[in-house]
């Protein structure tokens, strides 16, 4: 513990160096002796960092973890050895790092062939690198659990854990996850300007929110409602198909009912057949297809409305886009705090737990009212891979809106949402 | 002062009703009786409503002034007798209501015709109205100045003020205008965030920004820059011809020097002969082309970087759209202070100084280091119609940035941004 406190107290002038690789790799009774490495891959989000700085803290208690080293955009920090010194961290600038949007040791999208993964294991060898903490979502966990079955399979002694993270929440095994309260918490707020917006200045306005396969995020639409005429008065989600048909009804009887329409829509909505309603020809390592940094399925839902329902129809669409996942200052209090507690929680689970790989997943208490989580090591192949969706109970029968079960799932994530004020004088006779 | 106090602790269940219409309009000294309206026009901001209650309450504190009412959208309420009571809402209320993003009251975007002018005396003059307060841009000023023009001319006695709001900050007279602040925080913290992002993911990212003629907003991208390497790295206002062929070779060089670049553009760009880039077929009452609510100006430079500067680089583009005026929680203070400020600065100049007619012109100190404003009385046609532009000292040579000069001006404008933190340690060896 003292040499924790000396090096949380060490001035920016002083850095220490780091660890040299230790002779003997393992001390008898599971207790695992040599450097960490510690990553972010992925999308970046307003929580990630709280993540990274809460693993390092923790990692800097332990005394069987010499060197701390950040590998410099994921994986690919390895395979290139770029590393820096984390003990060498002045902890203010740890404090700040915590509280910075993005992904500090910068992120990559890459699934590490054999080849790659070879590689890896040269590097970690080297650097004695015996503990592997990889901060993403569900290809992340891939990615960990690749490198923790090679590295079981060259006979390399090395503890890998994933640490959760994704504005989509749909890691399985989790009752919600890192990144996904503060994001929400964007999406709830911009609902709210935004409807307030369209009250003044009415017409049929489209929002495309993020989200791949799964709902949540453009479910968080909902939040930040106050009045029952309050928008968005309809919801798609990409577990419903979607039938144009269909939509062009809603939008018309919203219109016609209240003279106005306010739509959120996943950018991840797709027909019966599972084709997207729009798709670029653009696809990342893990064979996901660009749907974000684009305004093309809006301005054509717009366009569609605008032909069907009404020429001289003030229509809009505006795309969320990137804004939803890094936005400065919106953050929920909650989600930070759990980011922080889920990269402790992996440092444990390797060093004080002895465990060889796995993943941290937040669980709910279902049994208080108040709102209560812990924390589980869970097998890394019960995360990796495939995703969640959002749960029935959550959608309305209709697939066009959320359901109040929704709310009290989500409202306690996304941390406090202002009230606004409107007018409730009597008109003048 | 008595009855203003009653008025301001009078319980929500006990509306009091508005004055009854004057016997006599006018007393002596220029002193003039009467009702009053307020109503608030074009884009919502997010400081508009306090604009509105700043007026409300200072209306409130006159004895000038009998019944305060609120006319629904704009003009249109007028035209249409679509009054609320504002001396009978809860003082809590409009407390809430100044802090609630949008405009409380509707907006429009109409300019009135002879007829329309006609018909509003008729209901002035049926409601006893000798009070107009018209909040917005340039075209409210506009219809505030028709408003007046022709009430003079129809020797009707009735005082006309306007209330500056714009995030465009593009009225004349101002130093700044009502609106800009906040909206230039928000857009500034975006590209904080997501400059960030971009440095975790690197690759070409485009922003587009709100502004039809005017560059102040998009300029505000780079307000929470603090590395020398910071994003936005290049500005494209309307102010400066838009040349693609040079925009192609500016981005192609930042990408080759930095590995990544980050862009903002106003919506509003222009070729040398002033047509827009990206124009869509809609048209307003007051002859504006429709330029936000779509994706197609950022999505048609994002194809047009990949094509021309590499197929494989990532190139995205996001268009902010109507998130940037309204967004909840994302408020300057100082824009905030100011916005309530002109609204009682409007009353004040009709009610104390018994000005026949004028807008509220924001002044800033010249004088003194320390961030000051005063507030002036001018002229209603020097701030309607036309618009003003940064100023060339606001714009780098190349145009395609912005000067130290437009930092000093904004900075004080948006309120305290966050700072974020970086890893400065050293690499491993």
């Known amino acids: 513990m003292s040499e924790v406190a000396k090096e949380q107290n060490a001035p ?4 220490k160096s780091a660890a040299a690789p230790a002779a003997t790799p393992s001390t008898g009774k599971g207790e695992l002796i040599g450097n960490a490495v510690i990553a972010q891959s992925g999308g ?3 929580v990630i960092n709280q993540s990274l700085v809460g693993a390092i803290r923790e990692m800097m208690r332990s005394k069987e973890i010499k060197g701390v080293y950040g590998s410099l955009h994921g994986i690919k920090g390895i395979l290139k050895e770029e590393f820096i010194d984390l003990r060498a961290e002045n902890p203010r600038t740890l404090d700040k790092i915590a509280k910075t949007p993005s992904a500090a040791l910068g992120s990559v999208r890459m699934k590490p062939t054999p080849a790659d993964c070879e590689r890896m294991f040269e590097v970690c060898k080297k650097h004695d690198i015996r503990y592997f903490f990889y901060i993403g979502g569900n290809d992340s966990a891939e990615t960990a659990h690749i490198v923790a079955t090679q590295a079981a399979n060259a006979n390399y002694e090395m503890r890998v854990f994933h640490i959760p993270k994704t504005i989509d929440n749909d890691l399985r095994e989790n009752d919600h996850c890192p990144g996904y309260g503060s994001a929400a918490r964007f999406v709830a707020l911009a609902f709210m300007g935004d409807q307030l917006d369209n009250r003044a200045i009415p017409g049929v306005k489209i929002n495309v929110v993020m989200g791949r396969h799964a709902g949540f995020l453009t479910a968080a639409s909902v939040l930040g409602q106050q009045r029952s005429d309050d928008g968005p008065h309809l919801v798609y ?3 419903r198909p979607f039938r144009l048909d269909r939509f062009i009804e809603d939008v018309r009887r919203v219109n016609d009912e209240l003279g106005r329409c306010v739509i959120a829509v996943s950018e991840g909505i797709a027909d019966e057949a599972g084709n997207p309603v729009y798709k670029s020809g653009e696809v990342d390592a893990h064979g996901n297809v660009q749907l974000s ?5 809006g301005d ?3 366009r569609t409305v605008k032909e069907r329902v009404g020429e001289k129809l003030r229509v809009r669409a505006d795309t969320f886009g ?6 400065p200052e919106v953050v929920s209090t909650v989600d930070a ?9 992996a440092v444990k689970a390797a060093v004080l737990d002895q465990r060889p790989s796995g993943s941290i997943a937040i669980r709910r208490a279902a049994t208080t009212k108040t709102y ?13 891979r495939d995703t969640r969706s959002m749960p029935d109970e959550f959608i309305n029968a209709e697939g066009n809106g959320v359901t109040e079960a929704f709310r009290d799932y989500a409202l306690p994530l996304v941390g406090r949402l202002p009230r606004y004020g409107w007018f409730k004088a009597k008109r003048v006779g």
Chains 1, 2 share one sequence.
């Not at 920016?12 to 850095?15: F, I, K, Q, R, T």
């Open 12 to 15: 920016v002038a002083e850095p």
């Open 300 to 302: 054509y839902l717009a």
């Open 237 to 239: 989600l990409p577990e």
């Open 372 to 384: 209560m989580v812990s924390y589980e090591i869970v097998e890394l192949e019960r995360v990796a």
């Open 44 to 46: 970046p989000t307003n």
């Open 322 to 327: 990137y804004l939803q996942r890094c936005f």
């Open 337 to 345: 705090k759990e980011a922080e507690e889920v990269g402790r929680e």
């Open 293 to 297: 940094g684009t305004g093309a399925l």
